[in-house]
């Protein structure tokens, strides 16, 4: 399987933040999910990635072309050209018609589709003769994701694309984004605070909190195999005493009413402590499980 | 860099007939008040890409747009390339915008001569010096985009702002320095000689443009280079 991006021990010093050993990989026919609190330097791996910071160390590839330190302009350029980009807000200028978004776009990709494009403005309901600044934060994005997609990228790298949107317009673009991925050679990453979307389409879940790398698992690997077990005190020392987790691989969060218990595999949990209530685990569960957990 | 052109020629077309209107307005309001036709064109010719200018520089700020279009298949050299392209090409419509208004009031001041205020503006009435004020707007204009350009680059408008008045400063001490110590009386003369005649006039004009228009890719070079290390 060949790797869409490919970043490797990437690192970026701000005064006050520090981005160390960012280690990512997308590969073809897959969506990774990228998610972690405001500032935990998501975006700035985004940045890096497209050239719009510097990275202190490390190295990113795109489609195997190096993109990062010591690139050529015009191979970061040829690798740009296969890229689809959506922020988290349209950042076309406010003055612009739709319509002329799109010429503006098809001076810049050489694979650019007018009829394509024309096509997504019609399946989004995009009025071709209004201005950017009069559309609704759904349209807007709308307009984002046809932009990104009319040229046929190779990969789409959506930073926070489906915030603010209600959640029709959420599963409008999801659809789109699914349809997208029918094709093998396309891949996605895409950081996103709503976890329920990457739920509903991620394969794979990289975790970024206070700049480092805290998990990155296959999607099924927390939602079909992982689990949460509510425990009462007394079953969480019987747990914690049964050598059933590894030192350091406990992880629990303390509530009113009892105590949480991450499973990585919850077959094999249930199989050990069958009176412990047991759920299947989201992505938000996992995610509160592994950053602010307790750890035994 | 022709994506570059086009976004901003895109955004400057939105506001180029308002300018238009109000720089026409403008000019010939002084030069009716000033009783001479040469003031039009600098009018026009200065203040439509000025404004023009600040209004797609401060676009780039708006809902990250910078960051956006370095996100595109565009390298960060051909973004200040197309950029200085396009404030050029926007300086040259301005210029043509105050050479077409200063016709039409021309045109206006025969047709009806017997209105006063017009008519003094065909007393003493030369091609020559439309033309000579021509060049000045462009020069003015080149001059000012050489001088804020590098500084937008590495800074951005917002906070390149803030350190213009630092730069104009300097660029006044040095134009001062180098206007007062280095040009010798004897050449100001001589082209103050050239300037009474047709050829002498274009000769000045073309001297003068070829002199500005190498500092605008001299600040073009620079920009290029100070665009290179920002980070957005």
């Not at chain 1, 959506?158 to 915030?163: F, H, P, S, Y």
Request: proline share 4%; glycine share 6%.
């Amino acid at each position: 399987m060949n790797d869409l991006l490919r970043i490797r021990s990437l690192s970026k010093r701000y005064d006050g933040f520090d981005l160390k050993d960012i280690d990512l990989t997308v590969p073809a026919g897959s969506v990774v999910g990228l998610v972690g609190s405001n500032g935990a330097g998501k975006t700035t791996t985004i940045k890096s990635v497209l050239g719009l910071v510097f990275p202190d160390a490390g190295s990113i590839e795109l489609f195997g072309q190096n993109v990062g330190e010591h690139a050529s302009a015009k191979a970061v350029k040829q690798a740009k050209q296969r890229v689809g980009v959506v922020f988290d807000t349209c950042s076309f200028p406010e003055e612009m018609t739709v319509e002329a978004v799109g010429r503006l776009m098809s001076y810049s990709y050489e694979a650019w589709s007018a009829a394509d494009f024309e096509q997504r403005l019609a399946q989004f309901e995009l009025p071709k003769n209004r201005a950017v600044k009069d559309l609704s934060r759904g349209m807007s994005m709308k307009l984002s994701l046809a932009c990104a997609l009319s040229h046929d990228p190779d990969l789409l790298i959506l930073d926070e694309a489906t915030a603010g949107l209600d959640p029709l317009a959420r599963d409008a673009t999801l659809d789109c984004l699914r349809d997208y991925m029918r094709d093998e050679r396309h891949g996605i990453l895409m950081s996103s605070h709503i976890t329920s979307d990457l739920e509903k389409i991620a394969d794979y879940v990289v975790c970024i909190d206070e700049g480092r790398i805290v998990f990155s698992v296959e999607k099924d690997a927390i939602t079909d195999l992982a689990g949460i077990a509510h425990c009462r005190a007394a079953e969480f020392e019987r747990i914690a005493a049964s050598g059933f987790f590894a030192p350091g691989e406990l992880r629990s969060l303390r509530h009113p009413y009892g105590i949480d218990v991450l499973a990585p595999d919850r077959f094999a949990f249930s199989e050990s402590f069958k009176g412990v209530a047991l759920d299947k685990a989201d992505i938000d569960t996992y995610l509160a499980l592994m950053l602010k957990g307790e750890i035994r | 860099m022709k994506a570059m052109v086009v976004s901003d020629f895109m955004i400057a077309k939105k506001y180029l007939i308002q300018q238009l209107i109000t720089a026409s307005i403008v000019g010939v309001f002084i030069a009716i008040m000033l009783e001479t036709p040469y003031v039009v064109a600098p009018a026009v010719g200065v203040m439509i890409p000025f404004s023009l200018s600040i209004v797609i520089l401060s676009l780039d700020e708006r809902a990250d747009w910078q960051q956006f279009r370095l996100a595109l298949p565009l390298t960060r050299a051909d973004i200040i390339r197309g950029r200085y392209a396009s404030l050029a090409l926007i300086s040259l419509a301005g210029v043509v915008g105050g050479l077409l208004v200063t016709f039409l009031l021309v045109a206006l001041a025969h047709a009806v001569p017997s209105v006063p205020q017009l008519a003094s503006l065909l007393v003493d009435y030369s091609w020559q010096a439309i033309a000579f004020a021509c060049v000045a707007s462009l020069v003015i204009i080149l001059l000012m985009l050489s001088l804020i350009m590098p500084l937008f680059s590495r800074f951005g408008m917002t906070k390149g702002v803030r350190y213009l008045p630092l730069v104009v400063v300097f660029a006044v001490v040095i134009g001062f320095q180098v206007g007062g110590n280095s040009v010798p009386a004897e050449l100001l003369s001589n082209v103050g000689n050239l300037l009474e005649t047709p050829a002498g006039t274009a000769a000045v004009a073309a001297g003068t443009l070829a002199v500005v228009a190498a500092l605008y890719a001299a600040s073009a070079a620079l920009s290029v280079k100070l665009y290179a290390k920002r980070e957005l």
